[in-house]
């Protein structure tokens, strides 16, 4: 008999996941979602083998869940379904933050195996109409696993990663996974919203480059997802955005004093960690 | 008999010009550069039709004359072989700031039509052996006339960027154009700098999505040309930056005091700004 992997919400990292994950080994891959055009689409462009309205009616059947909601939807989803995963089933998430989630996972039984996971990829678009099978092609998938979760469900996510298309697998604590994706992920995001907020955004159409693409292409944000991420981990995100704070003032200082000498040692300590800290990766080398 | 065209200083950016400018109208392009290696290496690689090490023996014959020296350099250049330029001759630089360039370049006479230039594009990298002919694919093409330029050099211009593969050529004012490059380009590059200042940077690997590749790419910059391009810049930069430190702050307030509701108006209102300024340009859709 085939086994079962439930997809709990068809957005784009769901829809992105059902995709990705087409012909993983015996799986049977279904998709469920509450809205009925996203269903529609689905089937319509066999984003998954089957899909359904109705988690509660293919829960049960599941040895693989996998929660592609918004983060209060997957802590939603923890506490409404508890009951319902079946005995020794691998539940995991996809959430940009991990401690809030990993707590509220603490509601499933001790016969449910919850490791929290970031699948570090997306765009700045939503729906289901923006899954791609590629999304997650040279990304890393970072793992958050509990004392008591089994290698074998670790060896399976990892499987699952290799066949999306991931670079690599890294395993690291929720705490420590928070604080590193303030910086690298959720301090990028304000940045460039603030960038947009500028009175001279509208002006500087023909007069941009692919820094500035690149650095405020993710303004676009999904409102509601980012209201959240940033919520839940606001501790450390405050304490990412006073160190840039900082060291933004500190070049403001050293161009407004007119220190060339000081200016040019700046740029050298910073370019040179920057160089040190060769990042490859799917991007393009495009005009500045 | 053919047009020449003379290309000082083969870098990264006038090497790239070179070989985008292979077989543009009638034109024999020359290469000229101090370095031995770089001439050699443009021999070798056929960069230009020609190459040579002295100026002023090429000089006499160019028609036009791209200047792709560090912003210093160019000042001096200009100054120095003020008098060697063919009369009527097209002369033009590729420069990230443009009133500084302008103000030196009245140094020329009269004879000699001075148009200020600002290709839009540009690597992380340094040196001829990373020029390309497709660089300046799809990029915006600066131009900054003065009162007494013809039409007839600003349309050669305008070819000459077809040829090379930009998307288009906009004609600005060189006080308009600082204060529009230092929000659209200089800010990212102390936006880049100040985050591979944190002390996270080389933690982060592994965690790192293509919203902190697209941001902190730049920061592996020439220190000697942007300490130059800061400096020559410095009263429009410094509004900027001061103005994103208050976007910044806002954000980071409104995240302190846990307000929501605040945070997720905030949001809406740069993505919504950021949605209306869609910018088609050549970048990857990569992974967040």
Redesign the interface.
Request: charged share 20%.
């Given at each position: 008999m085939k086994h079962t992997i439930v997809i709990v919400g068809l957005g784009l990292i769901g829809g992105s996941l059902a995709l990705a994950l087409k012909g993983f080994e015996d799986f049977e891959v279904v998709g469920v979602d509450v809205s009925q055009p996203t269903l529609r689409y689905a089937r319509e462009h066999a984003v998954a083998d089957r899909v359904c309205e109705d988690a509660a009616a293919v829960l049960g059947q599941a040895d693989v869940v996998a929660l592609a909601l918004h983060p209060q939807g997957i802590v939603d989803f923890l506490s409404a379904y508890r009951d319902q995963f079946k005995p020794g089933a691998l539940v995991w998430d996809v959430c940009g933050v991990k401690s809030a989630v990993m707590q509220a996972a603490q509601v499933l039984p001790a016969s449910v195996d919850f490791i929290g996971c970031h699948p570090?990829?997306?765009?700045?678009f939503s729906g289901i109409e923006h899954a791609f099978a590629e999304?997650?092609?040279?990304?890393?998938f970072?793992l958050c696993r509990r004392p008591d979760s089994t290698p074998e469900h670790v060896a399976l996510l990892e499987r699952m990663a290799a066949h999306m298309g991931f670079r690599?697998v890294?395993q690291?604590t929720p705490e420590a996974?928070d604080?590193?994706?303030a910086?690298?992920?959720q301090?990028?995001?304000?940045?460039?919203?603030?960038?947009?907020?500028?009175?001279?955004?509208?002006?500087?159409?023909?007069?941009?480059?692919?820094?500035?693409?690149?650095?405020?292409?993710?303004?676009?944000?999904d409102?509601?997802l980012?209201?959240q991420l940033?919520?839940l981990n606001?501790p450390a995100?405050?304490e990412?955005?006073?160190?840039?704070?900082a060291?933004?003032?500190?070049?403001?200082d050293t161009?407004?004093c007119?220190d060339?000498g000081r200016?040019?040692e700046?740029?050298?300590?910073?370019?040179a960690?920057?160089?040190?800290?060769s990042?490859p990766?799917?991007?393009?080398?495009?005009?500045?």
């Open positions: 570090m990829a997306g765009t700045e999304m997650f092609r040279d990304s890393h970072i690599d890294y690291t996974h604080a590193l994706i910086y690298t992920s301090v990028m995001h304000i940045i460039a919203v603030s960038v947009c907020d500028d009175p001279m955004l509208f002006d500087c159409k023909g007069f941009e480059g692919s820094s500035f693409r690149g650095c405020t292409r993710v303004a676009a944000l409102v509601g980012w209201t940033f919520s606001a995100l405050l990412v955005l006073d160190r840039l704070l060291n933004l003032r500190s070049y403001r161009l407004a007119g060339q200016l040019s700046k740029l050298a300590f910073s370019a960690r920057k160089r040190q800290m990042l990766g799917p991007d393009l080398l495009g005009p500045l």
